[in-house]
């Protein structure tokens, strides 16, 4: 949902919340659910103080009222905007614990909680743990929906992504290019699906080299966006990031910089969490044509150090380029120091063969051969 429907919605719920008040009471289930909703709302606003404050008032009167449902909805809200401020740790032993309550086991919500843990492990850097939980979760609900329930192909979507973090690129592209073909041949066509996809697919072409047909499939997703009604500025935004990632990996920095030259004249006002792929992206670009990269690099760490593990795959991305930025700078004790750290962590969370392992194995080698 877009800024603009999610400020309306905001408003249009304060309304419903007035109106239910007054017309069932304070603490009926129609109005606490108009609560929670706004609350959403403003999630989606990054009005996150405000969202956790409203969903914490809304689950002690669902407690004091004794609603189960508005409870595990309230707690599983409340976990995704403690993902979203960066308490990774504590959006996950929120579900964790809401999936061991026995009236969650085998329920509609136990599907939301296995999602949201799965992705808070994928934001903490346990992407070999995220790929496991999303198999997992498309298999509990094609047990009980059957494999063409949307929210199977959701997980397989969220699946793919992981498996490109964790280098496993023949496997993403396969299932990427399955999960299009559903997605093209469904009537009406499912254009998230097919978005996310053919991201996923980008990122994993662009990984192995195949920068032409990364870029061709990159296109293709922004013309299907364009078209397709409602598109989010945010969902365009990925899908130039995957662009640009396969301009940059033809070393055509100057066409990726332009790519993502609005984006970066409107900071901060990008997401957060679509922040510092925007300066990884842009530093590597900047890298690439022996211009100063470290400003973006610097802004990338930073924003990784406040919303993600320090192992996740991104946070070693922008860890890499800020090292390799600061040897293009002539900065070598700095940068040696830097890929040290950086190429061990690399090879203690992602193994010796992951192609990151390698790349910042060779920047750290070509310093200490200086």
Known sequence: MGQERSEEAAAVYREAIRLCAAVLGPREAATLQCRLERALALKRLQRL???????????????????????????????????????LEEARAEVAELMDLPHIRGSEFQYDAMDIHAHANGFLGHHQAAASEFEALAEAITDAHGSQ?????????????????????EEAEQEGRALIDIATSNRPRLVPLELAARNALVLALAARGHGPEAEAEARTAIKQATAAEGTDADILLVLQLGLARSLNAQSRFDEALSILKPALESFPRVEQHLAAALHLVSGTSLLGLGRGATE???????????????????????????GRALAAQGRVAEATEQLTATTAAWREYFGDNHPNTRTAQVALDALIAQ
């Open 296 to 322: 973006q690099a610097r802004l990338a760490v930073d924003i990784c150090q406040k919303k993600l593990g320090s192992r996740h795959h991104r946070a070693l991305e922008a860890d890499t380029l800020h």
């Open 149 to 169: 329930d949307l929210r199977v192909l959701k997980a397989r979507s969220d699946r793919v992504q992981v498996l490109t973090y964790l280098g496993r690129y």
């Open 49 to 87: 103080d405000e969202a956790e404050s409203e969903t914490l008032k809304v689950l002690g009167a669902a407690r004091e009222e004794a609603q189960p449902g508005l409870i595990a909805e309230a707690r599983l809200q409340l976990a995704q905007i403690k993902r979203d401020r960066g308490r």
